[in-house]
T-cell receptor, first 115, second 114 residues
Framework: DAGVIQSPRHEVTEMGQEVTLRCKPISGHNSLFWYRQTMMRGLELLIYFNNNVPIDDSGMPEDRFSAKMPNASFSTLKIQPSEPRDSAVYFC?????????????FGPGTRLTVL | AQSVAQPEDQVNVAEGNPLTVKCTYSVSGNPYPFWYVQYPNRGLQFLLK??????LVKGSYGFEAEFNKSQTSFHLKKPSALVSDSALYFC????????????FGTGTQLKVEL
């Protein structure tokens, strides 16, 4: 298996533009997580899905952020409009969530820079 | 609410010496603690976890961790550190019925020097 795939790996955009980050989870995993990592705030859980259904989006910073999972093999995180403070590394992770002790597998991340 | 504390932002150790990276947690419910490692410009990689049984858990790359229920700790250890172990280490915890969420600590930067 190729592991969790994220695209793009790097994104540089200007303030006000729409940004879409993409994630393909490991085949057979039924939970998907979006995280954001910054020096100031560390690693933050933004939202997670079980069986394509959003379960907890309490970490989504504001209405400019939205996430979808139209099927078991694809998810997007969209920021519109983007702001410089959104600059961070965004990670996607997937898990076979039959139990709370199964580990999550992380993708390589998307480094977002908003100018 | 769950919380994880990693009291040291950075740990320095000489190659060949034993290393310890500390982690304590506060949870409501039965805890499942984890350790992840992050190398520069990479995603987090799973190292080891405690589920049940022997309190000493052995994981990847010679790392081990000791689960202490009374002290609610899960310290990461390695008998002999390598320069290649230098990385950012995250402790995390999930709980039964907690919806598969992992609560992460703030991370500890491990630096192993020659």
């Amino acid at each position: 298996d190729a592991g969790v795939i994220q695209s793009p790996r790097h994104e540089v955009t200007e303030m006000g533009q729409e940004v879409t980050l993409r994630c393909k989870p490991i085949s057979g995993h039924n939970s998907l997580f979006w995280y954001r990592q910054t020096m100031m705030r560390g690693l933050e859980l933004l939202i997670y899905f079980n069986n394509n259904v959003p379960i907890d989006d309490s970490g989504m910073p504001e209405d400019r952020f939205s996430a979808k999972m139209p099927n078991a093999s694809f998810s997007t995180l969209k920021i519109q409009p983007s702001e410089p403070r959104d600059s961070a590394v965004y990670f996607c992770a997937s898990q076979w969530s039959v139990s709370s002790y199964n580990e999550q597998f992380f993708g390589p991340g998307t480094r977002l820079t908003v100018l | 609410a769950q919380s994880v504390a990693q009291p040291e932002d950075q740990v320095n150790v000489a190659e060949g010496n034993p290393l310890t990276v500390k982690c304590t947690y506060s949870v409501s419910g039965n805890p499942y603690p984890f350790w992840y490692v992050q190398y520069p410009n990479r995603g987090l990689q799973f190292l080891l976890k405690y589920i049940t049984g022997d309190n000493l858990v052995k994981g990847s790359y010679g790392f081990e961790a000791e689960f202490n229920k009374s002290q609610t700790s899960f310290h990461l250890k390695k008998p002999s550190a390598l320069v290649s172990d230098s990385a950012l280490y995250f402790c995390a915890v999930s709980v039964t019925g907690g919806g598969n969420k992992l609560t992460f600590g703030t991370g500890t930067q491990l630096k192993v020097e020659l």
